[in-house]
């Protein structure tokens, strides 16, 4: 059930901190399952979410989506919330990485390919590789549409592995399907942008 909005949550919001468990941001919405401090409490596994279409401009959902039930409804209710053009920010766990298996609440996998099925690439030079994606994918006639500005690995917090994040992004593609599980990033990073039509709602 949702709480009270906390009182320095802003009067318009348009910033939505979705799973923000203890980093409470200042003049975002923060949301979560448990109360922290200064969030506001939503199941955020129940839809839809408390919040009109298009109300934000700016997601960031940082270890949080592996922790859902079912990932097109969360993926399609994020797109539902926000604004045409409106930035998403996502960090996850690979899957391969102990960051993903060794935590009992983690239901959901992710890989550098998790968006591909919610991508536009109206306009987008597809690789070879990509090329499925002009006739072949399936996300249950989601609405939900992305631009996925970035996806990238992030090998490692330690500073002494950092270096690694340039090497093993040059075609991040290609480095989860033949060597990933030889040297195992911990993260996978993706910024999407919001695409909807230009006229009229979608129908539901």
Same mark, same amino acid.
């Given at each position: 059930?949702?709480?009270?909005? @906390?009182?320095?949550? $802003?009067?318009? $919001?348009? &910033?939505?901190?979705?799973? !923000?468990?203890?980093?409470? +941001?200042?003049?975002?919405?923060?949301?979560?399952? !448990?109360?922290?401090?200064?969030?506001?409490? !939503?199941? #955020?596994?129940? =839809?839809?979410? $408390?919040?009109?279409?298009?109300?934000?401009?700016?997601? =960031?959902?940082?270890?949080?989506?592996?922790? /859902?039930?079912?990932?097109? +409804?969360?993926?399609?209710?994020?797109? &539902?919330? !926000?604004? $045409?053009?409106?930035?998403?920010?996502? +960090?996850?766990?690979?899957?391969?990485?102990?960051?993903? =298996?060794?935590?009992?609440?983690?239901?959901?996998?992710?890989?550098?390919?998790?968006?591909?099925? =919610?991508?536009?690439?109206?306009?987008?030079?597809?690789?070879?590789?990509?090329?499925?994606?002009?006739?072949? &994918?399936? *996300? %249950?006639?989601?609405?939900?549409?992305?631009?996925?500005?970035?996806? +990238?690995?992030? /090998?490692? *917090?330690?500073?002494?592995?950092?270096?690694?994040?340039? @090497?093993? *992004?040059?075609?991040?593609?290609? %480095?989860?399907?033949?060597?990933?599980?030889? #040297?195992? @990033?911990?993260?996978?990073?993706?910024? #999407?942008?919001?695409?909807?039509?230009?006229?009229?709602?979608?129908?539901?």
């Amino acid at each position: 059930m949702l709480s009270a909005t @906390p009182a320095n949550a $802003p009067a318009s $919001p348009r &910033r939505l901190n979705f799973g !923000c468990g203890t980093d409470i +941001r200042p003049g975002w919405v923060n949301l979560d399952i !448990c109360d922290y401090g200064g969030n506001t409490v !939503c199941d #955020l596994n129940q =839809y839809p979410w $408390p919040f009109a279409d298009d109300t934000f401009d700016e997601v =960031y959902a940082s270890h949080v989506l592996e922790h /859902m039930g079912n990932f097109n +409804r969360v993926i399609t209710e994020l797109w &539902r919330v !926000c604004r $045409p053009g409106a930035r998403i920010e996502v +960090r996850v766990p690979f899957f391969l990485s102990t960051k993903f =298996y060794s935590e009992p609440d983690h239901r959901i996998p992710f890989g550098i390919r998790s968006f591909d099925n =919610y991508e536009d690439v109206t306009g987008r030079k597809l690789r070879f590789y990509e090329r499925w994606k002009l006739g072949q &994918r399936t *996300n %249950y006639q989601s609405p939900a549409r992305f631009v996925v500005a970035s996806k +990238r690995f992030h /090998m490692s *917090n330690f500073s002494v592995l950092r270096w690694l994040n340039g @090497p093993i *992004n040059i075609e991040p593609v290609i %480095y989860e399907r033949f060597f990933a599980t030889w #040297l195992t @990033p911990e993260e996978v990073w993706f910024e #999407l942008r919001v695409t909807k039509p230009a006229a009229g709602p979608v129908a539901k």
